[in-house]
């Protein structure tokens, strides 16, 4: 009986020691972590944030700083709310805080992490990054299809005038134009030319921007989460989302191997063409990564998810802001009209004169960047920020919607005030911490030019051709009522909604 004890003892000594460092390492790994509300069990703050989450949180940063830990289900989750931790993090900590999650939506959206904005850290990032830069969205690239963003956004305002007898909705208008002009760049035709409605178009991408933004609580209940996932049915929507733009992606990497040469029209390869000779190079070639179809069909998606959506709402915005602004909006349309006289249009190679509209964007996306809490990053090593420690494998989520509004960064943050940026070099590229709407570091978003260029265009010109004026506000929703004069016709004056 006396062997049999030691026995029992000598197996349950080294389990002891066991739970006993796991019991003196979780101490030590919590004894320096950031501030945080009070959590729940099993759902951590889930049940705090809402269904507008960068506002409570930043609520919350009031009282517990800018550096916050919050508790996402079973997934710590730190938050950055000021300029100070945001550079300390993007700049100082960008090499070991610049992975990704492994995300159902985005796994699923993405090929199996094939693309560039959610595939984690490593190699084959790098030279997807690569390729972004130098390749697919490089500042020649982007001047290369000035032709297509002209035509479609002279398409844009033959639309809106065309449709002047009854109410506009801007909000199509703006993601029919930026939905062309992708089409253009990705596919060498607009998503009419290739057969696919509009209307639907539109439909698949909000969906698809929706179901990369739900909660999936596989995400935060590992092993159980799925089964959730299941019931509500947004498994079976993401799978639908899915099929449907492998389709379409599939049917145009078709055409395009099919058509074998660009078409005669088209003045420059498309993105598509670009990628599919980088696969043939790779096939041709041992060694390296593979590139293959999903790969491209994960970049597609990548630049449409990201591309249509987040230009057309930061246009829709702008619009918002400077119909609610008569002052701003008055300034804006002599600075461009007084520059483009008696012509029927801006064209692209006047935007670099119009200073004000260029503040007019920058304003735009301090107070509504595309994104409020940028994609998150998830932490490869050990590091402190603002003396707090953060650990390997802790989610962070950087708050630009609060940066935006910080007071002790902005005067008056709430105010439209374009005139804020004179003389000032604050710009949205990533390399000032006070105006993050396209993220920063390693992850900041690549494709920025080719958006911006559109934005600014669209602009111009709808400034430019018409006169806008509010009437009245119907606040029940983000519905405008808006007076448009077209400047070569002052004597129409037609109703317009704007959403």
Request: charge should be positive.
């Amino acid at each position: 009986m006396a062997s049999l004890w030691l026995l029992s003892l000598l197996l349950l000594f080294p389990l002891c020691l066991f739970f006993l460092k796991k019991k003196l390492q979780v101490k030590t790994h919590t004894k320096n972590h950031p501030p945080g509300p009070p959590c729940l069990p099993i759902i951590g703050n889930l049940h705090q944030l809402g269904v507008l989450p960068h506002q409570p949180l930043w609520q919350y940063s009031k009282k517990y700083g800018p550096v916050m830990l919050v508790k996402l289900g079973r997934v710590p989750t730190v938050i950055i709310s000021s300029s100070e931790a945001a550079k300390e993090l993007l700049k100082t900590h960008d090499l070991s805080s610049c992975s990704r999650p492994l995300l159902t939506g985005a796994g699923k959206l993405s090929y199996n992490y094939l693309d560039i904005a959610f595939t984690p850290y490593g190699d084959y990032w790098r030279d997807m990054r690569k390729l972004c830069v130098l390749e697919l969205f490089s500042i020649k690239r982007v001047q290369s299809f000035k032709f297509a963003r002209e035509e479609e956004v002279s398409l844009l305002i033959d639309s809106v005038l065309k449709s002047s007898s009854s109410p506009v909705d801007l909000s199509e208008k703006a993601m029919t134009l930026t939905a062309n002009i992708i089409c253009r760049v990705a596919f060498g035709k607009s998503f009419q030319e290739r057969g696919f409605g509009h209307e639907r178009f539109q439909e698949v991408i909000r969906e698809a921007v929706a179901l990369l933004g739900s909660f999936y609580a596989a995400d935060y209940f590992p092993y159980v989460g799925w089964i959730v996932d299941r019931i509500t049915g947004l498994h079976a929507r993401l799978e639908r989302s899915f099929q449907e733009f492998d389709t379409f992606y599939q049917k145009v990497i078709d055409d395009h191997i099919q058509k074998g040469t660009r078409d005669e029209t088209q003045q420059e390869e498309d993105i598509i063409d670009v990628l599919l000779e980088l696969e043939k190079s790779h096939r041709e070639r041992s060694g390296g990564f593979q590139f293959s179809k999903d790969n491209i069909k994960a970049i597609l998606m990548n630049i449409f998810l990201a591309g249509v959506h987040s230009t057309a709402t930061t246009l829709v915005w702008a619009m918002s802001e400077l119909i609610r602004n008569p002052r701003v909006i008055e300034k804006a349309q002599t600075e461009i009209r007084n520059c483009i006289g008696d012509k029927r249009k801006v064209c692209e190679s006047k935007i670099e004169k119009f200073e004000y509209l260029k503040l007019i964007l920058k304003e735009t996306l301090r107070l509504h960047p595309p994104g409020p809490l940028v994609v998150p990053r998830e932490t490869m090593t050990q590091f402190s920020i603002n003396g707090y420690d953060v650990h390997p494998k802790t989610r962070i989520q950087v708050n630009v919607w609060a940066i935006g509004r910080d007071p002790t960064k902005w005067r008056n943050p709430e105010e439209f005030y374009p005139e804020r940026f004179i003389d000032s070099s604050v710009d949205y590229r990533g390399m000032h911490y006070e105006l993050l709407p396209f993220g920063g570091g390693r992850r900041g978003c690549p494709g920025i030019s080719m958006g911006i260029a559109i934005v600014e265009l669209a602009l111009a010109n709808l400034l430019f051709c018409f006169n806008w004026r509010l009437p009245y506000l119907w606040k029940n929703g983000n519905i405008f009522t808006i007076f448009v004069n077209y400047k070569a016709d002052i004597n129409r004056n037609d109703a317009f909604y704007v959403i």
